[in-house]
């Protein structure tokens, strides 16, 4: 087969800015005409000499380069006229070094018909796409939120409504209760109903990461920082997380070394990745959530936990009662856990028997809702 040396990337780049249905401009950061195609200048009916340099709404007043100079946000698809002719045009900002520099705009050429029905069902499915994020979003809120967090007795509560209520702030919360608790539903609950509720929300078992991989799990680390290290570096936690929620569970078995990171963290905003170089932090907005079983005051009497670090976690603190405290929940709890199964196995059991139940009220429970989860799966 012949090559075809007539084909090249510039042969395609001219293919496309020269396309005899799309009209292509630009504008400079002072709003001037750059660049036109031969299309625009053949449908706008204006000489190249004298529109370039020229401000754009000179000759263009109807078109929506300015707003997306000054706002640095694309607009895609929109009706407008263009000296009588009907076209669906697109804006787009470049950006360099942070900085909005320019716009380009593109105006595809159709038949009346099409361009308003185009246009139309562009706005249908930003309708669609609006009304699905509200769902979803109120979705998530009753789904997973703090109406999906059982129990009627009062002390749980007086728990329940102050993590409501703090969850609108963006206070640094330390929850602590035994194991089995629902220490994870109420950082989850706390996040989902906060400002943060649709950014990410990042858990950390603190425990389960062995404490020289820690370091890089939370911070990330650059390319060749060491042997094995990812092409491009890693991203760490609390960068995963930002604009999000950090939930440190476990925060108790972090290592004294890390403990004096985490505080530089939570006291600058800032991260520093393994292996970067100098003066190379990165600023986060992340909310942190710490949570443990363990009492803490405790570990810093006995030298294993940071004094400043556990003032820094502990600006509000949620003490969720054990079950044995709120054994008059059990009986709801055990209807929500009997139901998930269900839905889960298939199965359809509603009930329990009285003598199991009351089994149920005489053990202490040191697994607590986990536990009690764990039974009732297990003797289905």
Avoid at 312 to 318: F, P
Avoid at 345 to 359: A, C
Wanted: with cysteine; proline share 3%; net charge negative.
């Amino acid at each position: 087969m012949k090559d075809n040396q007539g084909f090249s990337l510039e042969c395609v780049k001219n293919h496309i800015i020269e396309d005899p249905n799309v009209a292509i401009m630009a504008i400079d950061n002072k709003c001037r005409l750059v660049f036109a195609n031969n299309t625009y200048l053949r449908v706008t009916g204006f000489h190249r000499q004298d529109i370039m340099g020229r401000h754009i709404e000179d000759f263009n007043p109807l078109g929506r380069t300015p707003e997306v100079l000054r706002t640095g946000k694309a607009i895609k698809a929109y009706f407008m006229p263009l000296n009588g002719q009907n076209t669906i045009a697109s804006s787009y900002p470049v950006i360099i070094n942070g900085e909005v520099i320019g716009v380009i705009g593109r105006s595809l050429f159709l038949e009346i018909n099409d361009a308003y029905n185009i246009a139309k069902m562009m706005d249908t499915l930003e309708n669609d796409i609006r009304s699905f994020k509200i769902r979803e979003q109120n979705h998530q809120r009753t789904s997973n939120d703090f109406f999906n967090i059982i129990g009627e007795n009062a002390s749980f509560r007086k728990v329940r409504s102050l993590a409501q209520a703090v969850a609108q702030t963006d206070s640094t919360i330390l929850i602590t209760g035994e194991t089995g608790t629902g220490k994870d539903l109420f950082a989850r609950g706390i996040h989902l109903f906060s400002s943060r509720g649709q950014e990410p929300f990042v858990r950390v078992n603190c425990a389960a990461i062995p404490e020289q991989l820690l370091e890089s799990e939370l911070f990330g680390y650059e390319e060749g920082t060491f042997t094995g290290a990812l092409k491009g570096g890693k991203k760490g936690k609390f960068e995963l997380a930002n604009q999000g929620t950090i939930f440190l569970d476990e925060i108790g078995e972090m290592p004294l070394s890390m403990q004096s990171k985490l505080l530089v963290v939570l006291q600058e905003k800032e991260i520093e990745p393994l292996g970067s170089q100098m003066n190379r932090s990165k600023k986060i907005d992340v909310r942190i959530i710490a949570a443990t079983n363990q009492k803490l005051e405790g570990m810093v009497e006995a030298g294993s936990f940071r004094q400043d670090l556990y003032y820094r976690l502990n600006v509000i603190n949620l003490e969720i009662p054990p079950l044995r405290n709120r054994k008059n929940d059990i009986g709801l709890l055990s209807e929500s856990i009997l139901k998930k199964i269900n839905q889960r196995m298939g199965t359809e059991i509603h009930t329990i028997d009285p003598e199991v139940y009351q089994v149920f009220m005489d053990y202490s429970w040191p697994g607590n809702v986990r536990e009690l989860e764990n039974v009732i799966e297990r003797e289905i």
